[in-house]
């Protein structure tokens, strides 16, 4: 059993910065990536980076690419995302999820295994 929680969120003008965390507790050695999804109000949950645990590789989505870093520290069990040059468009619920195992398409949502409860994050123009 794995446990997810984010901290981080909040409200910044357009072009700042915010870095969000994910502590996860318990059986974290099993998983074989981590990765951020957000969710704007009316809209379907997105894959925004992702991470793999062996390789360390990362991969963004085309929304992000060039202002988000996603990183973790192993020694702390914590998963990171550091957002900069926000927009408003950046703005809705963060959520941190894991999953075993190797997926066709990690920027989906589906065949996750674990999620966190959720950070909001909020950019005004």
């Known amino acids: 059993q794995v446990q997810l929680v984010e901290s981080g969120g909040g409200s910044v003008q357009t072009g700042g910065s915010l870095r969000l965390s994910c502590a996860a507790y318990?059986?974290?050695?099993?998983?074989?990536?981590m990765s951020w999804f957000r969710q704007a109000p009316g809209k379907e949950r997105e894959g925004v980076a992702i991470i793999y645990s062996l390789s360390s590789k990362t991969t963004y989505a085309d929304s992000v690419k060039g202002r988000f870093t996603i990183s973790r520290d192993n020694a702390k069990n914590t998963l990171y995302l550091q957002m900069n040059s926000l927009k408003p468009e950046d703005t809705g619920m963060y959520y941190c999820a894991a999953a075993w195992g190797v997926k066709s398409d990690p920027f989906s949502p589906v065949g996750y295994n674990y999620w966190g409860q959720g950070t909001q994050v909020t950019v005004s123009s």
């Open positions: 318990g059986y974290t050695y099993t998983l074989d990536l």
